[in-house]
């Protein structure tokens, strides 16, 4: 069992749907990330959260420390939101990053 | 301006090759890593350096050597490759070890036939 779980695995929506993307963990961490990975395979970071609730965009992260879980929504979905969206757990004491096995997104028009 | 770069992009070469791959970031951090993405897709780190000392060696064979010649750069040295080396593998940085986001390089695909 992976220490950083994704859920969807994979995820089809139809254009303008709010969509959900679950990460939970069982390490512990100082901080989690939201990547995006895009089809011809660059990532991108789109947050960093150590608590709370963080908006960009039409993208949403949430957190919740005490039961080692995050959210990542996108709002009004869109098919350039079309990608792999991957969670990284950056364990606490250490630099390293642990990922999780990533949330095949694709939005239809 | 590119503010972690990778090369090469592609890389194809023959087994029992020696390679290396090169990354250089602009963005002033301290903290670099690399991470191998196999072909499911899965990210694990390999390696990670802060201050050009090398903080983590996630159980990679003597055959991956990093070099850190100063913070902006993180090489990858591969010898003697083998065909289980084929995989994309991106180079990050990030200013504190973690507790700002990272920035990547857009990966080096490297195939061993």
């Known amino acids: 069992k992976n220490e950083v779980e994704q859920s969807p695995q994979n995820l089809t929506a139809q254009e303008g749907e709010f969509i959900t993307i679950n990460c939970s963990y069982s390490v512990g961490i100082s901080a989690l990330h939201w990547l995006q990975q895009h089809p011809g395979g660059g990532i991108v970071s789109l947050f960093m959260l150590s608590s709370g609730k963080k908006k960009h965009g039409r993208l949403i992260a949430t957190i919740n420390i005490q039961e080692k879980h995050s959210s990542l929504h996108i709002t009004a979905s869109h098919p350039r939101d079309s990608a792999v969206y991957i969670c990284?757990?950056?364990?606490?004491?250490?630099?390293?990053?642990?990922f999780g096995t990533g949330t095949r997104l694709k939005v239809l028009a | 301006d590119t503010a972690v770069s990778q090369t090469p992009k592609y890389l194809v070469t023959q087994m029992g090759n020696d390679k290396s791959i090169k990354c250089e970031q602009n963005l002033g951090h301290d903290t670099m890593y690399w991470y191998k993405q196999d072909s499911k897709k899965f990210l694990k780190i390999m390696f990670s350096?802060?201050?050009?000392?090398?903080?983590i060696n996630e159980t990679v064979p003597n055959r991956f050597s990093p070099k850190s010649p100063d913070k902006a750069h993180l090489n990858l040295h591969i010898n003697s490759l083998e065909l289980g080396d084929s995989a994309v593998y991106f180079c990050?940085?990030?200013?504190?070890?973690?507790?700002?986001?990272?920035?990547f390089g857009q990966g080096t695909r490297l195939t061993v036939v």
């Open positions: 990050a940085s990030s200013p504190s070890g973690g507790y700002t986001e990272a920035f």
């Open positions: 990284a757990a950056f364990t606490s004491g250490t630099y390293k990053y642990i």
């Open positions: 350096y802060n201050n050009k000392e090398l903080i």
